[in-house]
């Protein structure tokens, strides 16, 4: 309709702004090397590296599914190029994150792929990892400066919400309250799938959000933010999730009050219990994130990096189209893989 392609276009201009203002909202500290066009596009060091040596994997947290199937394609493809591997875990902590940082430093690893904590909070991380002529490629979520990460890939956040949003709104007839499940503040996805999201739904004033709750990416944090959403808004009709993980807390919080035959659930990522419950009707819809495709380019790219010292590819950011899945289609993808 009309409208909805009003809203991809007004979520792609916001998509693009958003991209360029992640780049340039942050000044540079004064210890931080300016930016040049060379280093924005994976320029060449002062000479290509070599082969080999060890790769550092930090994510935020493998008990998510999402970041676990992070983990296992990033060890997988530094294995199968001959590097070795380290992983570790920051939980969404900047000052865990600088330890890991550290560490791989003393290690003198050949470079780094990191799932930054905190698009403001990882800038001085990154930097520790620069100064000590060790690249680093961000997959998954990127930081508020350019010209410090050789490469930072991410998902079409934007156009995923999107999607989403559309399905939502035709399962739930354009009308009705509903409440919000909002990820990690100190992650620019968070608030880039929230506008998303809004974006489509502001086409219909028949839909009122009466909630919001911050539910920090995961499964626990949604069914107990659920619970107490749905003691103040009984009558809601809708959810609209982060993340699958705050999602399926959410499908777990209205199973138990008897609510879910009644209200729409929307997720984000795409792991396999949502895709299961997209199956099962208990998940109006999930998008999937490229996070295996994306978690290969990442290594492939550092790999180029360090063999040549230039990542093959034009641009820092990069931004990879979302798969919505519904009910329809939901056998088609196992993994964060579609078959």
Not at 38 to 54: I, S
Not at 233 to 240: N, Q
């Amino acid at each position: 309709m009309i409208a909805n392609t009003t809203a991809r276009l007004l979520i792609a201009a916001t998509a693009l702004a958003g991209l360029a203002a992640c780049g340039s909202s942050s000044t540079p500290s004064s210890s931080a090397p300016p930016a040049s066009s060379a280093a924005a596009t994976g320029g060449a060091p002062a000479g290509g590296g070599a082969a080999g040596g060890t790769i550092a994997i930090i994510t935020v947290d493998p008990s998510n599914p999402y970041w676990k199937a992070e983990v296992d394609t990033a060890k997988s493809a530094a294995e199968a190029l001959g590097y070795k591997t380290t992983t570790g875990a920051h939980k969404n902590k900047p000052d865990q994150q600088s330890s890991l940082i550290e560490t791989a430093i003393n290690s003198k690893v050949a470079g780094i792929i990191l799932d930054p904590a905190g698009a403001k909070e990882s800038i001085s991380a990154v930097q520790k990892a620069v100064d000590a002529k060790i690249p680093v490629v961000l997959i998954n979520a990127e930081i508020n400066q350019t010209g410090l990460a050789k490469a930072q890939i991410v998902s079409n956040n934007a156009q995923g919400a999107t999607v989403g949003a559309e399905e939502w709104t035709k399962a739930i007839n354009y009308k009705g309250e509903f409440v919000e499940l909002f990820g990690d503040p100190s992650d620019n996805n968070a608030q880039v799938r929230s506008d998303g999201y809004k974006a489509v739904i502001a086409q219909y004033p028949d839909l009122k959000q009466v909630g919001k709750e911050i539910a920090n990416w995961d499964r626990q944090q949604g069914q107990d933010k659920m619970e107490a959403l749905l003691s103040a808004h009984p009558g809601i009709t809708g959810v609209i999730a982060g993340n699958d993980e705050m999602a399926l807390g959410a499908i777990n919080a209205l199973k138990a009050a008897g609510k879910l035959a009644t209200v729409k659930v929307l997720g984000f990522d795409g792991n396999q219990d949502a895709v299961n419950a997209v199956a099962s009707g208990d998940m109006v819809a999930t998008v999937l994130q490229p996070i295996v495709a994306g978690t290969k380019k990442a290594v492939t790219q550092l790999d180029s990096y360090i063999k040549t010292g230039k990542t093959g590819v034009a641009d820092e950011k990069q931004a990879l189209d979302c798969n919505l899945i519904t009910k329809a289609n939901a056998a088609k993808f196992n993994n964060f893989v579609p078959q």
